[in-house]
C-alpha cells in the first residue's frame, strides 16, 4: 500500500510539474516535450486505478499520434510564440477576475453544507464489477452496443471537421508538377525516342515535331 | 445496465436517409468536381423533401429507441417538418448566389445537409449526451458554412467568431450537463426527471440548479436570447446572405425545440426555477433588440436583430409555462420562419449591375422601380412588426394571450410596449420604399426559384388568418407531446 502510495505521489507531482513546463518554457519544442512527459505520467496513474486500457490508449494515442503532429506543427510551421503570449498577458488580468468570480461563487455554493456526498444520486448507473469484465470489454460494451447511436454521430462529427478543415485550408495550386500513370503508360516508344543515322562529321539534331 | 434492445430504426428513418444520402453526395461531389454543386443543391432539396415525407409518415404517438435516447412524438414531428421546410427553402433560395459569388464548391450542399441532419436530432434527444452530440454536428457545419468565402474578410470573421464563443457555449452546456449528470444521477432525460423527483419536497439540491443554469446559457447562446447575443450581428452580416437565411431560419428552430423539451421535460418540477431565467432573458431580448435595431443601416444587421427579438417574444409563451404557452411558441416559430426566408429572399434579390447590395439606403423607391417586390417586402415588415391582419400578428396573439392567462400581465406589457418601439423600424423600411427618391433599380429577373420561394413565404404570411387551421391544429398536437 505504501508503495502505491509513493507512486501516485511521484506521478502526481511528475503530471502537475510537466504540465506546468507546458505553458512556462519559452522554447515551444521544449513544451512539446514535457507534453509527452505528462502523457505518460498520467497514463501511469491511469494503471494505479487499475484502468489499464485507457492507460494504453493515452500512450499510443496522445504520445503517438498527436503529440507527434504538435512536435511536427511546431518545428515545420513559423508562428511567433512570443506574440500569441502577448496577447495572452494583455488578457489576464481581465480573464483572471472573471474565473476568480466564477471560482469564487462556486465555492460559496458547495461549501453552503447543501451537498450530501454521502446520498448517492439513486439512480447512477452501477459500475461493473471489476472481477467479472475486462477494462476493454465494458468500455466496448458502452461505446458499441450500449452508446452505438452516440458513437455513429460522433463519426458524422468527425467527417464534418473533416470536410471544414479541406473546404477552409485546400486550394487547388497551379504549376504542380504531378505523377500521371496513364500518361506514363499510354506513352509509347515512337513518341519519345527516334532513331536516326548520324553521318559523320554532322552530329545529330533533334527536331520535336 | 440493462440488457441490449435491438433499436427501432423505423422512427430514425428519416435522419438515416439524410446521413446516408450526405455521405453519397460528397462522394458524388469528390468525383464530379464543383461542375455538380447545382445538381448537389437541387438532390438536397429533394432528400429533405423525402425525409419530410417520413417525419409526416413516421412521426405520431410517442415512441423512443437506442436505449431512450431518441424519441419521436407530435412535437419533433412538428419541429422536423419545420426544420426541413426552412433549410430546404433556403437552399433554393441560394442557388444563384452560389453561382454568382464565388462560392460554388460541392461541399457547400453537403455541409447543409450535414446541419440539418444535426438539427432533427437535437430536436429528437432525449438524453443529455444526444443532445451534446446532435448540437455539435450542427454547430460544426454551421460553422464552416459561415466561412465559407474564405477569401472575404468579413465571412472569415464572422466563422471565426461564431465558433470561439459556440465552443464557449457548447463548454458551458457540457459543465451544466456533468452537474446534472452527477446530482440527479442520469442522462437520460426520464432518468433526470425522476432524480429530481427522488428528492422530495425539501427539492433538488442546488447542484442540479446550478447545471440548469449552465445549460439555459448554452441554449440561450444557441437562440440568441439577449444576453447571450453578441455574436448575432456580426455573423449575421459577414456570413454569406444564403447562410445567413439558414441561419435564421432553421437552427433557431431547433435550438427553441431543444429548449422548450430541455425545460418542460426533465426540468418539469423545478418550473419556479427556469421561469425567472425565461422571464428575464424574453424581457432583455425584445427590449434590447427593438432598441440596438433603430441605427443600423445594413438589412443584414437589422434582420439579425429582428431575430433576436423574435426569439423574446416566443421566450413569453414559455415564459407562461403552460400548454397554451408552448402552443404559442410553437405557431410564433412557424410564422417566423416563414417571414424571415421570405425577408432574405428579398435580400438575396437586392443586386445593383450585378453586384449585392445590403444598405437598407439601396432599397428606396422600391415602390416605383419595382412595386411587386416593394409590396412583398411591405407584407414582410408589417407582419413582423406585428400589425394585423398579417400572420406576425397572430404569432405575438397567442404567446401574449398565454401570458396573460398565466397572470404574467408585467411580462405582456413589457412585450406590447417593445413590439412598439419594433414597429419603428420596420414601418421605416417601407417609408424608405414608398417615400424616397428612387436610386439604382435592382436587376431583373431576380431568377425563378428566388422569386418562387418570395412569393410563396409573401402568400402564406398575408392569407394566414384565413387559412390558419393546419398550423393551429399542429402546434396544438405537437405542444400535448410535451404536456402528458
Given at each position: 500500500?505504501?508503495?502505491?502510495?509513493?507512486v501516485?505521489y511521484v506521478?502526481a507531482?511528475?503530471?502537475?510539474?510537466?504540465?506546468?513546463?507546458?505553458?512556462?518554457?519559452?522554447?515551444?519544442?521544449?513544451?512539446?516535450?514535457?507534453?509527452?512527459l505528462a502523457?505518460?505520467?498520467?497514463?501511469?496513474?491511469?494503471?494505479?486505478?487499475?484502468a489499464?486500457?485507457?492507460?494504453?490508449i493515452?500512450v499510443?494515442?496522445?504520445?503517438?499520434?498527436?503529440?507527434?503532429?504538435f512536435?511536427?506543427?511546431?518545428?515545420?510551421?513559423?508562428?511567433?510564440?512570443?506574440?500569441?503570449?502577448?496577447?495572452?498577458?494583455?488578457?489576464?488580468?481581465?480573464?483572471?477576475?472573471?474565473?476568480?468570480i466564477l471560482?469564487?461563487?462556486?465555492?460559496?455554493?458547495?461549501?453552503?453544507?447543501?451537498?450530501?456526498?454521502?446520498?448517492?444520486?439513486?439512480?447512477?448507473?452501477?459500475?461493473?464489477?471489476?472481477?467479472?469484465?475486462?477494462?476493454?470489454e465494458?468500455?466496448?460494451?458502452?461505446?458499441?452496443t450500449?452508446?452505438?447511436?452516440?458513437?455513429?454521430?460522433a463519426?458524422?462529427?468527425?467527417l464534418?471537421a473533416m470536410?471544414?478543415?479541406?473546404?477552409?485550408?485546400?486550394?487547388?495550386r497551379?504549376?504542380?508538377k504531378?505523377?500521371?500513370?496513364?500518361?506514363?503508360v499510354?506513352?509509347?516508344?515512337?513518341?519519345?525516342?527516334?532513331?536516326?543515322?548520324?553521318?559523320?562529321g554532322?552530329?545529330?539534331?533533334?527536331?520535336?515535331? | 445496465?440493462?440488457?441490449?434492445?435491438a433499436?427501432?430504426y423505423?422512427i430514425?428513418?428519416p435522419?438515416?436517409?439524410?446521413?446516408?444520402?450526405?455521405?453519397?453526395?460528397?462522394?458524388?461531389g469528390?468525383?464530379t468536381?464543383?461542375?455538380?454543386?447545382t445538381?448537389?443543391?437541387?438532390?438536397?432539396?429533394?432528400?429533405?423533401?423525402?425525409?419530410?415525407?417520413l417525419?409526416?409518415g413516421?412521426?405520431?404517438?410517442?415512441?423512443?429507441?437506442?436505449?431512450?435516447?431518441?424519441?419521436?412524438?407530435?412535437?419533433?414531428?412538428?419541429?422536423?417538418s419545420?426544420?426541413?421546410i426552412?433549410?430546404?427553402?433556403?437552399l433554393?433560395?441560394g442557388?444563384?448566389?452560389?453561382?454568382?459569388?464565388?462560392?460554388?464548391r460541392?461541399?457547400?450542399?453537403?455541409?447543409i445537409?450535414?446541419?440539418?441532419?444535426?438539427?432533427?436530432?437535437?430536436?429528437?434527444?432525449?438524453d443529455?449526451?444526444?443532445?451534446?452530440?446532435?448540437?455539435?454536428?450542427?454547430?460544426?457545419?454551421?460553422?464552416?458554412v459561415a466561412?465559407?468565402?474564405r477569401d472575404?474578410?468579413?465571412?472569415?470573421?464572422?466563422?471565426?467568431?461564431?465558433?470561439?464563443?459556440?465552443?464557449?457555449s457548447?463548454g458551458?452546456?457540457?459543465?451544466?450537463?456533468?452537474?446534472?449528470?452527477?446530482?440527479?444521477?442520469?442522462?437520460?432525460?426520464?432518468?433526470?426527471?425522476?432524480?429530481?423527483?427522488n428528492?422530495?419536497?425539501?427539492?433538488?439540491?442546488?447542484?442540479?440548479?446550478?447545471?440548469l443554469?449552465?445549460?439555459?446559457?448554452?441554449?440561450?447562446?444557441?437562440?440568441s436570447?439577449?444576453?447571450?447575443?453578441?455574436?448575432?450581428?456580426?455573423?449575421?452580416?459577414?456570413?454569406?446572405?444564403?447562410v445567413?437565411?439558414?441561419?435564421?431560419?432553421?437552427?433557431?428552430?431547433?435550438?427553441?425545440?431543444?429548449?422548450?423539451r430541455?425545460?418542460?421535460?426533465?426540468?418539469?418540477?423545478?418550473v419556479a426555477?427556469?421561469n425567472q431565467i425565461?422571464?428575464f432573458?424574453?424581457?432583455?431580448?425584445?427590449?434590447?433588440?427593438?432598441?440596438?435595431a433603430?441605427?443600423?443601416?445594413?438589412?443584414?444587421?437589422l434582420?439579425?436583430?429582428?431575430s433576436?427579438?423574435?426569439?423574446?417574444?416566443?421566450?413569453?409563451?414559455?415564459a407562461?409555462?403552460?400548454?397554451?404557452?408552448?402552443?404559442?411558441?410553437?405557431i410564433?416559430?412557424?410564422?417566423?420562419?416563414?417571414?424571415?426566408?421570405g425577408?432574405?429572399?428579398a435580400?438575396?434579390?437586392?443586386?445593383?449591375k450585378?453586384?449585392?447590395v445590403?444598405?437598407?439606403?439601396?432599397?428606396?423607391?422600391?415602390?416605383?422601380?419595382?412595386?411587386?417586390?416593394?409590396?412583398?417586402v411591405?407584407?414582410?415588415?408589417?407582419s413582423m412588426?406585428?400589425?394585423?391582419?398579417?400572420?406576425g400578428?397572430?404569432?405575438?396573439?397567442?404567446?401574449?394571450?398565454?401570458?396573460?392567462?398565466?397572470?404574467?400581465?408585467?411580462?405582456a406589457?413589457?412585450?406590447?410596449?417593445?413590439?412598439?418601439?419594433?414597429?419603428?423600424?420596420?414601418v421605416?423600411?417601407?417609408?424608405?420604399?414608398?417615400?424616397?427618391?428612387?436610386?439604382?433599380?435592382?436587376?431583373?429577373?431576380?431568377?425563378?426559384?428566388l422569386t418562387?420561394?418570395?412569393?410563396?413565404?409573401g402568400?402564406?404570411?398575408?392569407?394566414?388568418f384565413?387559412?390558419?387551421?393546419?398550423?393551429?391544429q399542429?402546434?396544438?398536437?405537437?405542444a400535448?407531446?410535451?404536456f402528458?
Amino acid at each position: 500500500m505504501i508503495i502505491q502510495t509513493i507512486v501516485f505521489y511521484v506521478l502526481a507531482v511528475m503530471t502537475v510539474g510537466s504540465g506546468l513546463a507546458v505553458i512556462s518554457s519559452r522554447n515551444p519544442v521544449h513544451s512539446v516535450l514535457f507534453l509527452i512527459l505528462a502523457f505518460f505520467n498520467s497514463a501511469g496513474l491511469f494503471v494505479l486505478m487499475d484502468a489499464e486500457f485507457v492507460a494504453m490508449i493515452l500512450v499510443i494515442v496522445y504520445v503517438g499520434a498527436v503529440a507527434v503532429l504538435f512536435l511536427f506543427v511546431v518545428m515545420m510551421l513559423d508562428v511567433d510564440f512570443a506574440k500569441l503570449r502577448a496577447g495572452f498577458i494583455q488578457y489576464l488580468p481581465i480573464g483572471a477576475v472573471v474565473g476568480a468570480i466564477l471560482l469564487a461563487e462556486l465555492i460559496l455554493v458547495f461549501a453552503s453544507g447543501s451537498i450530501d456526498i454521502s446520498k448517492p444520486a439513486k439512480m447512477a448507473m452501477p459500475m461493473p464489477d471489476p472481477a467479472q469484465v475486462q477494462n476493454t470489454e465494458a468500455l466496448g460494451n458502452i461505446l458499441y452496443t450500449n452508446y452505438a447511436y452516440l458513437f455513429q454521430i460522433a463519426g458524422l462529427v468527425l467527417l464534418v471537421a473533416m470536410i471544414g478543415a479541406i473546404v477552409l485550408t485546400h486550394r487547388a495550386r497551379v504549376g504542380v508538377k504531378r505523377q500521371r500513370i496513364a500518361d506514363q503508360v499510354a506513352r509509347r516508344p515512337k513518341d519519345a525516342v527516334r532513331l536516326t543515322d548520324v553521318k559523320p562529321g554532322e552530329g545529330a539534331s533533334w527536331k520535336s515535331d | 445496465m440493462a440488457g441490449f434492445v435491438a433499436p427501432d430504426y423505423l422512427i430514425a428513418l428519416p435522419e438515416i436517409l439524410l446521413a446516408g444520402l450526405a455521405c453519397v453526395f460528397l462522394m458524388v461531389g469528390v468525383f464530379t468536381g464543383n461542375r455538380s454543386t447545382t445538381p448537389l443543391t437541387v438532390a438536397s432539396v429533394a432528400a429533405m423533401a423525402i425525409a419530410l415525407a417520413l417525419v409526416l409518415g413516421f412521426g405520431g404517438e410517442k415512441r423512443t429507441s437506442f436505449g431512450d435516447m431518441f424519441i419521436v412524438d407530435t412535437f419533433t414531428t412538428f419541429m422536423k417538418s419545420l426544420v426541413l421546410i426552412g433549410a430546404g427553402a433556403t437552399l433554393i433560395m441560394g442557388l444563384g448566389y452560389v453561382r454568382r459569388e464565388g462560392m460554388n464548391r460541392f461541399e457547400f450542399p453537403v455541409l447543409i445537409v450535414f446541419a440539418t441532419l444535426g438539427m432533427l436530432l437535437m430536436i429528437s434527444a432525449n438524453d443529455l449526451m444526444a443532445l451534446y452530440v446532435g448540437l455539435e454536428l450542427q454547430s460544426l457545419s454551421l460553422y464552416i458554412v459561415a466561412a465559407f468565402r474564405r477569401d472575404a474578410v468579413r465571412s472569415t470573421e464572422a466563422g471565426l467568431k461564431y465558433f470561439v464563443l459556440g465552443a464557449l457555449s457548447s463548454g458551458l452546456l457540457l459543465y451544466g450537463a456533468s452537474m446534472i449528470y452527477g446530482f440527479a444521477g442520469g442522462t437520460s432525460f426520464a432518468a433526470i426527471a425522476e432524480g429530481i423527483k427522488n428528492y422530495g419536497a425539501e427539492g433538488p439540491p442546488i447542484g442540479v440548479l446550478i447545471g440548469l443554469v449552465f445549460i439555459a446559457a448554452a441554449l440561450a447562446f444557441k437562440v440568441s436570447a439577449v444576453p447571450f447575443h453578441m455574436w448575432t450581428p456580426d455573423v449575421y452580416e459577414g456570413a454569406p446572405t444564403p447562410v445567413t437565411a439558414f441561419f435564421s431560419a432553421a437552427p433557431k428552430i431547433a435550438a427553441v425545440a431543444l429548449l422548450l423539451r430541455v425545460v418542460l421535460g426533465p426540468f418539469h418540477e423545478m418550473v419556479a426555477s427556469w421561469n425567472q431565467i425565461i422571464i428575464f432573458l424574453s424581457i432583455a431580448s425584445m427590449a434590447y433588440a427593438a432598441f440596438a435595431a433603430i441605427g443600423q443601416r445594413n438589412i443584414k444587421r437589422l434582420l439579425a436583430y429582428s431575430s433576436i427579438g423574435h426569439v423574446g417574444y416566443a421566450l413569453v409563451g414559455l415564459a407562461a409555462g403552460s400548454e397554451e404557452g408552448v402552443r404559442g411558441v410553437l405557431i410564433y416559430m412557424a410564422i417566423y420562419m416563414v417571414m424571415t426566408v421570405g425577408a432574405f429572399g428579398a435580400v438575396l434579390a437586392m443586386r445593383q449591375k450585378g453586384q449585392m447590395v445590403e444598405e437598407i439606403a439601396d432599397l428606396s423607391g422600391l415602390g416605383k422601380t419595382n412595386p411587386a417586390m416593394a409590396a412583398v417586402v411591405g407584407i414582410f415588415m408589417f407582419s413582423m412588426a406585428g400589425i394585423p391582419p398579417f400572420a406576425g400578428f397572430f404569432g405575438k396573439l397567442y404567446v401574449f394571450l398565454a401570458a396573460v392567462n398565466q397572470g404574467l400581465y408585467g411580462l405582456a406589457i413589457a412585450g406590447v410596449l417593445a413590439s412598439v418601439v419594433g414597429a419603428y423600424y420596420y414601418v421605416r423600411i417601407v417609408k424608405v420604399m414608398y417615400f424616397d427618391e428612387p436610386t439604382e433599380a435592382f436587376d431583373r429577373p431576380v431568377g425563378r426559384e428566388l422569386t418562387a420561394v418570395i412569393a410563396a413565404s409573401g402568400i402564406i404570411t398575408a392569407l394566414f388568418f384565413a387559412f390558419p387551421a393546419p398550423i393551429l391544429q399542429g402546434a396544438q398536437a405537437a405542444a400535448a407531446a410535451l404536456f402528458p
